[in-house]
């Protein structure tokens, strides 16, 4: 199996070196969590009583509530910032500079700033001009920030893929005569959402774990369920590594989605493959 | 704008506090990142396990999360640490600048440790950039992985790592706001307290902050085209 072009084929001795530095390797691991372990054991973190108290069914019914919150809150800004990104990347992709230049301005600015400081500002501004319940209050700050923050990635996103439509397509358009307006809309976007399709669901992952910052602003989701919890049993790790199982198994599930889909556009033909590489290059990693 | 320029000293540190958080995180990441890129691409099967463990494990967890676990897990493991420069500069007071509480230091690790995943990715997909024929023809000289990968294959790699390693350095100053959250008294926890100090100027204040993180941003992004620039090939 050659894994990688760095290296040859190993032969018997090598293969023989290898195993043992794997060996250490895994030894040195284990080690290390053996001794975590035992630290936790010392510490009192891993007493039957602390999984008693977690298996019980109350626990289990507010990590289901802060999961319903955590989806609802991803599902509503998702929907909102791919309808928000379609409307930014048209404006900036318009021939007129009164349009294009300030939807480049909001992109910019949203995409700059931290999310985390905008769900903050939104939950106080709506609290002051507002008669909002304060989880309402919340949900609304939150999908907000999310909303905002996205739509400016996701617009950078679809003009990417918009740019990605291969020159001959648009220039074909033009000669039997069709207008910019429908150019872009009959044969630019649906060629560029096919691309964009992995890029989106990338975006889902991480609005899905940014979820996580309401727990700053109150809002009732996954990771304040978490802490409840945890007060609730008196153990803060071990619930907090609970949760952290939960997140990366909705978000491993996002994921597989995102390359199956991946490969299943990259089957039809390479052009395709690197017109959603090209377009993902634009994403923020992080 | 009031708010701001009355507490303009406040805000200046707060803004230095995620400076230096970014950098130290910055560090970290850029380090742990690396091996964990070397341990991706290694012939050793261990390693690549450990290093995919590693990233997919680390980059499915929201990093408030991330923080919290850090901030709680430590301690069990008996380690607090704390930093004070206060008195190596013959201080008397405590300047928050100088002095580097529990709280500080597991954000910025948790920072590091979060980042080093997507940083990891992003070296590995620089080295998977690089013509098969390099590596080859390292190899037919007689190099080992070791001598391949630090001596024909990264630097090459370097050139075709900067952007990406640029967006996720931008990400990372980003996401120090997330500290916020767990104690730190950076930028988005001193917009916070100005917010509930004076209401009546929110909307100014929140501009003030943006500005402020827009400058940042900008200012890594030139820093990354500027070596973008100087490492490419006329």
Redesign the interface.
Known sequence: MAASVLFDEPGPVTRRRHQLYGVVLAVLLIAVLWWVYLKLKAGGELEPEVFEDLSQENVWRAIGEGVVATLKAAAISIVLAVGLGFLLATGRLSEHAPVRIPCRWVIEFFRAVPVLLMMIFFFGFLAQNFDFETETNALVAVVAGLTLYNGAVLAEVFRAGVNAVPRGQVEAAYAIGLRKGQVLRIVQTPQAVRYMLPAIISQCVVTLKDTALGFIITYGELLRQGKSIAEFVHNNLITFLLIAVIYIAMNSALSLLASWLERRMSVRGHSARDAVLQVEEVLPVG | MDAIRDNWSEVLTAFGVTIEMSVLAAIIALVVGFLLAALR?S??????A?GTAYV??V????????M??VA??LP???LRPELNLNSWFGLETRHALLSFDVFFIFATIALGLY?AS?VC??VRSG?NSIP?GQ??AA?SVGMT?GQ??LQV?LPQAYRAVI??LT??M???T??S??A??VGVTE??FA??KL??DH?DQ??SI?IG??IG??VL??LISAAGNFLERRAAVS
């Open positions: 691409v012939p050793i099967p261990v390693g690549r450990i997919q494990l980059r499915n967890t929201p990093l408030l999360l991330i919290l676990i709680f897990g069990e493991l008996d980042t997507f990715e992003a080295i098969l590596a080859e190899r992985f391949t990968l294959v952007p990406p967006s996720t931008i990400a990372m980003k996401n706001s997330v916020a959250g930028a988005t917009m916070r917010t509930n209401a929110i909307v929140f902050f943006a993180y827009m941003v900008a």
